[in-house]
C-alpha cells in the first residue's frame, strides 16, 4: 500500500528503528526491494534520484514506482530523492509520489532556506511530505568527490527547520555517499543535539557501508530514515559478472538481470534486518 514519509516516520519513532530508503533505478532494483519488505514484513521506501534521470527516466520508472507500491503487501512511501530543481519535484508530485526531498545544501543558507520554504507550502498543499538538506556530505551522490564535508550545525539546524517547515531532516555527520575507503566516523552527540534541538526525524545520507553497530548507535540518537543504495547496486553487479564467469556461453540478457535482483534482494533483506531490529 502507497503511505506518506509522515506515517513511515510515525512508525520508525513508534518502533525506535529506522527505515530504509533504497533508490529503484530499474525494474529489477524496485522488484528487489519490495519483495524483501513484504517478506520481512517491514515497510520501506523507494526512491528516485534525480541524478538517475539519464539512466532512469522520472516519467518511464516513476509511474512503475508508484504502482508497485500501491500493490504491496507492506506500507510503500515513494519517494524523489535529492531533487534539485522545483520543475522536477513538481513532476515527481504529479507522478504520484508521497514524498520529496530539495537539497540546496550546496547554496547559502538563506537560498537553501527560501526555496525550501516554497517547495514545503507548494508540497503540502498537495498531501506530499517534504525532506531537506543542511549540511554537506563529503560526496556527493553519485560518489564522486565533492571538496570535503560541512557537518550540520545544530543550532543551524533547528533555524532551518523553523523556517521552512520541512517533515524530515538530513543531516551530514559524517557519512558519504558512494563506496566507502575507509570506515567513516560518525559524529553520534551532533545527531543527538540535532534531534533534540529539532525535534524531527532525521535521515542518514550515504548509509550504504555503514556497520551494523554504528546503524544502531545513529538510530538510538534519532536517525529514522536511512538511505541505502550504492552497496545494494554493487551485489548486483557481482551476481552478474559471476553468473557470466562460470557460464561463457550465457546468451539471454534476463538470466543476467534475475541473477543481479537476487543479489540485490539479499543484500536489501540484510540492511533492512539491522534497520528493523528484527
Known amino acids: 500500500m502507497i503511505v506518506s514519509l509522515k506515517e513511515i516516520m510515525a512508525y520508525a519513532e513508534e518502533n525506535k528503528c529506522a527505515v530504509g530508503a533504497f533508490n529503484t533505478p530499474t525494474l529489477e532494483s524496485l522488484n528487489a526491494v519490495i519483495s524483501a519488505a513484504e517478506e520481512l514484513d517491514v515497510p520501506v521506501i523507494i526512491s528516485h534520484a534525480e541524478l538517475h534521470e539519464p539512466w532512469a527516466p522520472l516519467d518511464v520508472i516513476g509511474p512503475h514506482m508508484v504502482l508497485a507500491a500501491k500493490n504491496a503487501r507492506v506500507p510503500v512511501c515513494v519517494h524523489l530523492d535529492h531533487g534539485e530543481h522545483f520543475d522536477y519535484i513538481k513532476r515527481a508530485i504529479e507522478l504520484g509520489f508521497t514524498s520529496v526531498m530539495y537539497d ?40 564522486h568527490h565533492s571538496g570535503g564535508a560541512v557537518y550540520t550545525d545544530p543550532e543551524l539546524a533547528q533555524r532551518f527547520v523553523e523556517d521552512t517547515g520541512i517533515d524530515a531532516l538530513a543531516a ?25 534541538l529539532t525535534g524531527l526525524p532525521l535521515v542518514m545520507h550515504g548509509g550504504s557501508g555503514v556497520s551494523p553497530e554504528d546503524y544502531r548507535r545513529s538510530i538510538e540518537c ?54 528493523s531490529g528484527k
Open 104 to 143: 540546496g545544501s550546496a547554496l547559502e543558507y538563506s537560498e537553501n532556506s527560501a526555496n525550501t520554504f516554497s517547495i514545503t507550502e507548494y508540497a503540502h498543499a498537495l498531501n506530499v511530505d517534504v525532506e531537506a538538506e543542511i549540511g554537506a556530505l563529503a560526496s556527493r551522490e553519485d560518489g
Open 172 to 196: 551530514s555527520f559524517g557519512t558519504a555517499h558512494g563506496i566507502y575507503k575507509e570506515k567513516p566516523k560518525l559524529d553520534f552527540p551532533r545527531i543527538e543535539k540535532i534531534r533534540e
Open 222 to 275: 534519532g536517525i529514522r530514515k536511512i538511505n541505502y543504495y550504492s552497496y545494494m547496486a554493487r551485489e548486483g553487479v557481482f551476481a552478474a559478472k559471476k553468473l557470466i564467469e562460470e557460464n561463457p556461453g550465457l546468451t539471454y540478457f534476463h538470466e543476467l538481470a534475475a541473477e543481479a535482483e537476487k543479489a540485490m534482494k539479499a543484500d536489501a533483506m540484510k540492511a533492512m534486518r539491522v534497520f
